[in-house]
């Protein structure tokens, strides 16, 4: 590892702002919210969001959150959840919409609303229901379903809405080891470019590219090798590369940060890059994880690319009051991948 003394690196970057709106649609969420969602990765499934163009509507975005149950025979549920603060207040309403374009048939996909001060039920759940249409019956695949939210008739239900989820349960009928997807809202992007530059500096924490044999810090698993093969290196003379190919094991977490040498620390936003190449076709990921539990993971990104395939990645997020962050690069199933040259910037 090559941990080199603090230096700043100063950017300029260029601020946007974003300014989005639904264009049909509840007051639950727009765009802007979407850097608040919260995915869930675990042994029974996992979810993963991103914003891509509406299908059939040019010019819109939505949110598109694929799900994939590996456990049916569980009592668990995957969830794409979002804390809004300040509380949602909907007292204004009765009944709320909330388009969907799922990919397949769904009957399953379930959203649930929280207000504290719900009496009725010992989930305190505003609406808790799969989503249907409003000709009722299943989500029906590859169209728009606009989908009712009937909303409780007493406005302290629905005044201070602190949880909306949109979930699965592992036992429902969605099927096991595939992927389904959902596009959920249709918004309508605008952007502004400010003229002026902000100043943004970046303190390097630690950094490895693997050319040297010292690598503390830096905690290699699941196999994971060095390799000088000019085919798999990424760049220089050598790259850390994990081949799941022949393994069994769902999720190959080949390298780690060492959590007691590397150190995230509580409330500051990291930025962590690095070099990869694809050596098989597969499924990759990579996070920051506490040793509290994997329900407070943050800065999931996770892409599937043929081999051959090569690029940077990088991940972002500010760490929570948790303990003894650290950062994980794996393989999910099958595949093989090497990296390079990774490095975890502080923000200032």
Wanted: proline share 6%; net charge neutral.
């Amino acid at each position: 590892m090559m941990v080199s003394n603090r230096r700043a690196l100063v950017i300029s970057v260029w601020c946007i702002v974003c300014i989005v709106s639904m264009v049909r649609g509840s007051e639950l969420f727009t765009l802007a919210d979407f850097d608040d969602w919260d995915t869930e990765q675990n042994a029974n499934g996992a979810c993963w969001a991103e914003i891509a163009p509406a299908p059939n509507a040019p010019g819109l975005l939505s949110i598109k959150v694929t799900y994939r149950i590996f456990n049916k025979d569980v009592t668990d549920w995957i969830d794409f959840a979002f804390n809004p603060i300040p509380p949602r207040d909907v007292s204004e309403h009765d009944v709320l919409y909330v388009d969907v374009y799922p990919l397949q048939d769904a009957d399953y996909l379930t959203l649930k609303l929280v207000d504290p001060d719900v009496t009725t039920n010992i989930n305190h759940s505003a609406f808790e229901s799969p989503l249907s249409p409003i000709t009722g019956g299943p989500l029906r695949a590859n169209q728009w379903n606009r989908c009712p939210v009937r909303l409780p008739s007493r406005k302290e239900f629905k005044d201070s809405l602190t949880h909306i989820n949109f979930y699965i349960s592992c036992r429902s009928r969605v099927p096991a080891n595939e992927d389904v997807v959902f596009y959920i809202g249709k918004f309508k992007p605008s952007q502004v470019a400010k003229q002026s530059a902000k100043p943004v500096s970046l303190h390097l924490v630690a950094s490895v590219d693997f050319e040297k044999d010292a690598t503390k810090g830096w905690l290699a698993r699941a196999g994971a090798t060095l390799t000088r093969k000019s085919a798999e290196v990424v760049s220089g003379r050598v790259s850390l590369k994990c081949d799941s190919t022949a393994s069994d094991r769902q999720w190959n977490e080949f390298l780690h940060t060492d959590p007691m040498v590397i150190k995230f620390e509580a409330g500051k936003r990291y930025i962590i890059l690095f070099d990869y190449k694809v050596l098989a076709n597969g499924n990759y990921y990579c996070l920051l994880r506490s040793t509290a539990g994997i329900e407070f993971d943050c800065g999931w990104l996770r892409w599937n690319e043929p081999g051959g395939s090569r690029g940077t990645k990088m991940i972002s997020c500010t760490i929570p009051e948790k303990p003894n962050y650290y950062l994980i690069i794996g393989i999910h199933g099958a595949g093989a991948l090497a990296v390079d040259n990774v490095r975890i910037f502080e923000l200032d």
